[in-house]
Antibody, heavy 123, light 108 residues
Framework: DVQLVESGGGLVKPGASLRVSCAASGFNFGGSNMAWVRQTPGQGLEWVSSIDSTGDYVFYADAVKGRFTISRDNTRSSLSLQMSSLRGEDTAVYFC????????????????WGQGTLVTVSS | SFVLTQPPSMSVAPGQTAKITCGGFTPGLKNVHWYRQGPGRAPSVVIYYDSERPSGIPERFSGSNSGNVATLTISRVEAEDEADYYCHVWDSYRTLPMFGGGTTLTVL
């Protein structure tokens, strides 16, 4: 079975840094594009960042560009999101998601989701 | 880019049909995907590539995409269908995934 297990969430102060990670299993991680999607409590879904299967191409939402860094380790089947200069508006559940593999990039659904890890930014 | 628009909420009686729309994307864009999210759960795909159903999704769920409006149709609605539903489409450059604001479906 496909599993995506996030970890690393918690309560941090504005301006702090935090790293969330995702352990993947049950599929060809090294052949899959991956992404982070977040959801503010009680609100909708917001794409944060994507990385292609090799790690050569990364994309970020304007709201996090310059502050967040996505990375992956295909030898460990893991995905990470390094977040710095955190703001209150970054408070959300962060989901690790896999992009479907019918197309090379940019047309597939997010076909598998982790359960999410809560990041709270508050003084 | 564009903003995907969904009705914030919808109520239907059991056995009736729910049609949730998603509009505002560039006309002609294909591959709209739909997710269902129950309380405290992660989203999961119910319709992908405009109208395809993943395995395990009942035939009551169907999708269409015409012009710049996509529609998720849930026929013979059941109590278990009560959830939030989101549409998702990639922008024209295939680099920016967009989500609709979500529709809360209430089964009366």
């Amino acid at each position: 079975d496909v599993q995506l297990v996030e970890s690393g969430g918690g309560l941090v102060k504005p301006g702090a840094s935090l790293r969330v990670s995702c352990a993947a299993s049950g599929f060809n991680f090294g052949g899959s594009n991956m992404a982070w999607v977040r959801q503010t409590p009680g609100q909708g879904l917001e794409w944060v960042s994507s990385i292609d299967s090799t790690g050569d191409y990364v994309f970020y939402a304007d709201a996090v560009k310059g502050r967040f860094t996505i990375s992956r380790d295909n030898t460990r089947s893991s995905l990470s999101l390094q977040m710095s200069s955190l703001r209150g508006e970054d408070t959300a559940v962060y989901f690790c998601v896999r992009e479907g593999d019918r197309y090379r990039y940019g047309e597939d659904p997010f076909d598998f989701w982790g359960q999410g890890t809560l990041v709270t930014v508050s003084s | 880019s564009f903003v995907l628009t969904q009705p914030p909420s919808m109520s239907v009686a059991p056995g009736q049909t729910a049609k949730i729309t998603c509009g505002g994307f560039t006309p002609g864009l294909k591959n709209v995907h739909w997710y269902r999210q129950g309380p405290g759960r992660a989203p999961s795909v119910v319709i992908y590539y405009d109208s395809e159903r993943p395995s395990g999704i009942p035939e009551r769920f169907s999708g269409s995409n015409s012009g710049n409006v996509a529609t998720l149709t849930i026929s013979r609605v059941e109590a278990e269908d009560e959830a939030d539903y989101y549409c998702h489409v990639w922008d024209s450059y295939r680099t920016l995934p967009m989500f609709g604001g979500g529709t809360t479906l209430t089964v009366l």
